[in-house]
T-cell receptor, first 113, second 115 residues
Framework: GENVEQHPSTLSVQEGDSAVIKCTYS??????FPWYKQELGKRPQLIIDIRSNVGEKKDQRIAVTLNKTAKHFSLHITETQPEDSAVYFC????????????FGKGTTLSVSS | GAVVSQHPSRVICKSGTSVKIECRSL??????MFWYRQFPKQSLMLMATSNEGSKATYEQGVEKDKFLINHASLTLSTLTVTSAHPEDSSFYIC???????????FGSGTQLSVL
């Protein structure tokens, strides 16, 4: 089955700096890679996702890159703000109805002002 | 986006009792729902895949007799934690995909505390 590794486990940056979180996956059949942001005690919120036929996707300050050959993908947050502080999870799956997402262990991002 | 509703949001129970958690897709039909468990400061671990009208598929290490899943309709899946013990205390969260969309939508989660 799929295995997703995520690094780093914690990341501290100054407001305005960039933050990068990296993930690797094991199942070459996986073709859907979302990123979720989770605040304490709340449900994960989808912030950006990418499919395997695309190498990069950007949405304002957030971008995701995918290297399918190397089986790794990364989340990039630019111009970080204190409200970006949360736990971020990467995930991978085959994009079909009966297939669950497999999550990485999470990265706790702290943005200090 | 699609809305997934989960109840209750928080439950405290005595050891040995059973607790039922409901997960509903409010504006779409979900033939498959997924149940995850999350311990404090840890990741979401897939427990089982709930299939409408058939038996759930459990992940390795998850006791099917302990965590009973029923998916009786296209909009409702329930997870019952039977004979709960303190080690079952955790955040349980359900999720579903809308149709053929690859996006997974989550319920609000249930914080279970077993005394």
């Amino acid at each position: 089955g799929e295995n997703v590794e995520q690094h780093p486990s914690t990341l501290s940056v100054q407001e305005g700096d960039s933050a990068v979180i990296k993930c690797t996956y094991s199942d070459s059949a996986s073709n859907y890679f979302p990123w979720y942001k989770q605040e304490l005690g709340k449900r994960p919120q989808l912030i950006i996702d990418i499919r395997s036929n695309v190498g990069e996707k950007k949405d304002q300050r957030i971008a995701v890159t995918l290297n399918k050959t190397a089986k790794h993908f990364s989340l990039h947050i630019t111009e970080t703000q204190p409200e970006d502080s949360a736990v971020y999870f990467c995930a991978a799956s085959i994009a079909q109805a009966g297939t669950a997402l497999i999550f990485g262990k999470g990265t706790t991002l702290s943005v200090s002002s | 986006g699609a809305v997934v509703s989960q109840h209750p949001s928080r439950v405290i129970c005595k050891s040995g009792t059973s607790v039922k958690i409901e997960c509903r897709s409010l504006d779409f039909q979900a033939t498959t729902m997924f149940w995850y468990r999350q311990f404090p400061k840890q990741s979401l671990m897939l427990m089982a895949t709930s299939n409408e009208g058939s038996k759930a598929t459990y992940e390795q290490g998850v006791e099917k007799d302990k965590f009973l899943i029923n998916h009786a309709s296209l909009t409702l899946s329930t997870l019952t934690v039977t004979s709960a013990h303190p080690e079952d205390s955790s955040f349980y969260i359900c999720s579903a995909r809308e149709g053929i969309s690859e996006k997974l939508f989550f319920g609000s989660g249930t914080q279970l505390s077993v005394l």
